[in-house]
C-alpha cells in the first residue's frame, strides 16, 4: 500500500478517538478531489489507485454501496468513517478467527490449517504464496496492522468472503476444472450473479460450438465410416461433405448441439449442488475428492436427462442430404422406426468414459498449475490467464485421450441405425472389431480434428464468456 495511506490511517491507535477521526478526514480529502464533501465510485477507485492500492475489479462499487446509508450514490465523512470502522471490525473478527495461537501474527500453517477446515486443501508452499502476498515486512508472517492494509479497501470481511477473494486473484488448488460445475457463494445466490454466469457460460459454450462444428462434424465423419480400407483425410473428408451436402452442410448437427447447453448446464449445476450436500458431512465444507465425485455424478445425471439430444446430434451430423427436415422430424422417424430405446445407444460408454475424463482432466490441470506456480511464481500466487488457459487446454486434452475410445464406441453405437442390422454391435464386441481389424490406433480416429479444435474452443469460449460477463453486468 501507498506509504501516504499508511500514515494517514494506519497507525498504531486501534481505538476511535480525535488522532483516528483525522487521520479519516485527511484521507476522506485527499479522495474527495472536486472537493464537493462527497467521494463518489470514480474518486473512490481513482484515489486508491494514485495511492498505490490494488483491489478487485466492483470493489469501489461495493464500497460506496455498502456505505451509503441515504442511496446518494456517494459517501459523505459520516458515512465514510463509519464504513470504515465497520469494515475493520469485520476484519478484526477474521484475523482473529486465522490466528490460531493468539500471538497476534498469522504463518503460513494457519492460513494451511484454516482454509483445510473449511474443505480446501492447499499445499504449504501455497499459503506461504498467500502470505507472501500480504506480508509487508517480509517476516513471513502478517500481524493485524498488514492484515488491515492488504484488506481495508477490499469488500471482503469474513473469512469465507476472503477465501474467495484468494480463490478468484490467487488461484488457489481447490480442484477447479472444465469438469466440475462452478460454485457461488450466499451472496452470488442472493444477488442472482450465478444465473447470469450460467448464462454467460452458455452463450460462450454456443459460439465457441458453432465456430468449431465443421471440424466437430468431421470428427463424427471419420469415426463412423474411416477405416483401415477407408481412409479419410480432412481435406478428402470435408470435400465429400461439401460436395454431398453444400458448405452449409458442415453445420449439420451443430443446432441440436446448441439446444442442449441450456439444459445440460442447468442439470449439472443444480445436481452438483445435491450431491455436494450428499456427499459431505455437513453440507458445506467438501474436501476436493468429494468434488471430483460430485462433479461426474453431476455430469452423469445431465447426461442422462439430454442423452436423446446426444443421439440426435450423431444422426443430424451424419445425415444425407433430404434424409430429416430437422430435429422434430429426425426424433420422429428414429422413434417410428426403430423405438424409444434408440435414443439410449450408446449411453454406457458415454457414461463410463466421464469418470476417466473428469479425472485425468482434473489432476492433470492441478499438477500443471502447481508446477508452473512452483518453477516461475515468485510473490504471487495467481498465474494469470494465459497460463490458466493453457493448463486447461492441455488438461482437457488428456482426459479426451483417455476416454476416447469410449467416445469412439458410443457415436458408433449412436449410428448404427445407418447401418445394416448383421453390423450392429455391442459396446464390448465394437471394442473388440475394432482392435482386431484396425488395430490400437483404430480407436483414435478422428481424433486430429477433434485436438483442433480445442484451442480454438478454449479461446473463443473465454473471450465470449468475458464480454457476456460485462455485458450482464457482472464484475
Excluded at 398 to 408: F, K, N, T, V
Aim: proline share 3%.
Amino acid at each position: 500500500m501507498h506509504p501516504i495511506l499508511r500514515r494517514l490511517l494506519l497507525d498504531e491507535c486501534q481505538c476511535w478517538d480525535a488522532e483516528s477521526k483525522r487521520s479519516y478526514e485527511d484521507l476522506f480529502e485527499k479522495l474527495d478531489t472536486n472537493k464537493d464533501g462527497k467521494v463518489d465510485v470514480a474518486e473512490l477507485r481513482a484515489g486508491l489507485t494514485a495511492m498505490g492500492i490494488t483491489f478487485r475489479k466492483g470493489a469501489a462499487q461495493k464500497i460506496v454501496a455498502s456505505g451509503d446509508q441515504n442511496k446518494d450514490g456517494s459517501l459523505d465523512f459520516n458515512e465514510f468513517s463509519k464504513y470504515l470502522k465497520d469494515h475493520e471490525k469485520k476484519l478484526r473478527l477474521a484475523f482473529k478467527s486465522l490466528d490460531k495461537n493468539n500471538d497476534g501474527r498469522i504463518d503460513a500453517s494457519e492460513i494451511q490449517l484454516s482454509l483445510g477446515e473449511l474443505g480446501i486443501d492447499i499445499s504449504k508452499e501455497e499459503a506461504r504464496k498467500i502470505l507472501q502476498s500480504i506480508d509487508i515486512d517480509g517476516t513471513m508472517t502478517v500481524d493485524w496492522s498488514e492484515w488491515r492494509e492488504h484488506f481495508l479497501f477490499n469488500p471482503a470481511t469474513n473469512l469465507e468472503e476472503i477465501i474467495r477473494y484468494w480463490k478468484h486473484s490467487s488461484v488457489l488448488d481447490i480442484g477447479d476444472s472444465l469438469a466440475i460445475p462452478d460454485e457461488f457463494t450466499d451472496e452470488e445466490r442472493t444477488t442472482g450473479v450465478w444465473w447470469r454466469q450460467l448464462v454467460a457460460g452458455a452463450m460462450a459454450g454456443a459460439v465457441s460450438r458453432t465456430g468449431t462444428a465443421p471440424l466437430d462434424r468431421m470428427k463424427i465423419f471419420m469415426q463412423v465410416h474411416a477405416s483401415k480400407s477407408n481412409k479419410i483425410s480432412l481435406v478428402d473428408g470435408f470435400k465429400q461433405m461439401i460436395k454431398e451436402g453444400g458448405f452449409t452442410s458442415l453445420w449439420r448437427g451443430n443446432g441440436v448441439n446448441v439446444l442442449k447447453i441450456a439444459p445440460e448446464t442447468a442439470i449439472k449445476f443444480m445436481a452438483y449442488e445435491q450431491y455436494k450436500k450428499l456427499l459431505s458431512s455437513d453440507g458445506e465444507k467438501i474436501q476436493i475428492h468429494q468434488r471430483f465425485m460430485s462433479g461426474s455424478l453431476a455430469g452423469a445425471t445431465a447426461q442422462t436427462a439430454i442423452y436423446p439430444l446426444e443421439v440426435m446430434k450423431t444422426r443430424l451430423a451424419l445425415r444425407k442430404t433430404g434424409q430429416y427436415s430437422g430435429m422434430l422430424d429426425c426424433a420422429r422417424k428414429i422413434l417410428k422406426k426403430e423405438g424409444l430405446k434408440a435414443f439410449y445407444k450408446g449411453y454406457v460408454p458415454n457414461i463410463l468414459g466421464i469418470i476417466p475424463y473428469a479425472g485425468i482432466d482434473l489432476a492433470v490441470y492441478e499438477s500443471l498449475k502447481n508446477a508452473w506456480l512452483s518453477r516461475y511464481a515468485k510473490d504471487t500466487a495467481n498465474p494469470g490467464v494465459t497460463v490458466l488457459l493453457g493448463c486447461g487446454t492441455i488438461s482437457s486434452t488428456c482426459g479426451q485421450l483417455a476416454s476416447y475410445p469410449l467416445a469412439l464406441v458410443r457415436t458408433r453405437m449412436q449410428a448404427q441405425a445407418s447401418l445394416d442390422k448383421a453390423d450392429q454391435a455391442t459396446m464390448r464386441s465394437l471394442l473388440s472389431t475394432i482392435i482386431a481389424k484396425e488395430g490400437f490406433f483404430g480407436m483414435y480416429r478422428g481424433i486430429l480434428p477433434n485436438f483442433m479444435k480445442v484451442i480454438p474452443a478454449v479461446s473463443i469460449s473465454y473471450v465470449v464468456y468475458e464480454y457476456t460477463k460485462n455485458a450482464l453486468g457482472i464484475s
